[in-house]
């Protein structure tokens, strides 16, 4: 099921995956949907990032090797922490990017 209509009217994020975006003091909440076979290149922020999975599956890389998060499941990244991305099937997520301290 897509994210609601309310979520689908936030501002359009202009990055490298399809997302509205909703600003909150301190962090930014992206509401993130995936097409199948999405891959997303090693890169890292410099945010401290933690997302959940709302639908679909994602395969996340990072030094540790590779995790794969389903429907309800959370990871968290370090600031600086280099990682992958692969969604072998349709997908959505919520992730929040946590302005560093």
Known sequence: MPFP???LALPDF???FSAQRLDADGCTVY???YPAD???EEHAHDTENAGVIVRGKLHLTTAAGERIFGPGDWYTLAPGERH???FPVETEEIEFWFEAK
């Open 38 to 40: 999405t891959r997303i």
């Open 5 to 7: 209509a309310q979520i």
């Open 14 to 16: 202009q990055g490298r």
């Open 31 to 33: 509401f993130a949907s």
């Open 84 to 86: 992958a991305a692969y």
